[in-house]
Structures are given as C-alpha cells and as structure tokens.
Nanobody, 124 residues
Framework: QVELVESGGGSVQAGDSLRLSCTAPGRAFSNYATGWFRQAPGKEREFVAAVSWSFPRTNYADSVKGRFTISRDYPKNTVYLQMDSLKPEDTAAYYC?????????????????WGQGLQVTVSS
C-alpha cells in the first residue's frame, strides 16, 4: 500500500493560481507515474494531467493545456500541479494517483493508489 499525501487546495478567484503537491512518504515516488484527476459534484472523475515514472513525459487534458503544468521534483519526492489562469469550471475535488512504472496515462484504471483528495474552488 502506498499512501499519497496531497496539499495546496483552497478557494481562489478566477484568473488566480494554485499549486497542488503530492508526495508518498517513505516511497521512491519516481517509480510511479503520477496523475491528477478531478471530480466535480454530480460528474465522473476526469483526467487532468500525468507525468510518467521515468523520463519526464507528460500528458494533459485538453481543458487544461496551456494553463496547468505537472512536474516532478526528484530530491523532494514530490509531484506538483501548477494551476494558472484558473476558471470557475476548474472547481472540483482534485485527486493524486500513482501507478507503478506506468507512462503518463489518462486512464483511471491504470493507477494503483489514490490520495484522499482536496478541494479547489474558483469563484468568478
């Protein structure tokens, strides 16, 4: 079992930025592809961004391309999701997920472990 610890959510205004963090205490996080997903009330969980476990390949949902950036800090064993130019439609619970030695897949089923989620609320 891998525990994922997320941080950085909150309430902001449209156009603002937030940075989400995800780490796996005690684990070599670099062995895991890491994805961010989100779920708004009444909607299915959807892919946001992912970074592969090895070489820094990334993948983004069309809705966030050019606004969100996923990155991996190897020394800190942490994956970040930098969210800029936030919109009200970005409001959702955001979840970090880890998949053992996967590429930057957008498929929920390929992730083995999930964080508890954190809320991001963007007001207009």
């Amino acid at each position: 079992q891998v525990e994922l610890v997320e941080s950085g959510g909150g309430s902001v205004q449209a156009g603002d930025s937030l940075r989400l963090s995800c780490t796996a205490p005690g684990r070599a996080f670099s062995n895991y592809a890491t994805g961010w997903f989100r779920q708004a009330p009444g909607k299915e969980r959807e892919f946001v961004a992912a970074v592969s476990w090895s070489f820094p390949r990334t993948n983004y949902a069309d809705s966030v391309k050019g606004r969100f950036t996923i990155s991996r800090d190897y020394p800190k064993n942490t994956v970040y999701l930098q969210m800029d130019s936030l919109k009200p439609e970005d409001t959702a619970a955001y979840y970090c997920a880890a998949g053992w030695r996967k590429l930057a897949t957008p498929n929920l089923d390929e992730y083995d472990f999930w964080g508890q989620g954190l809320q991001v609320t963007v007001s207009s």
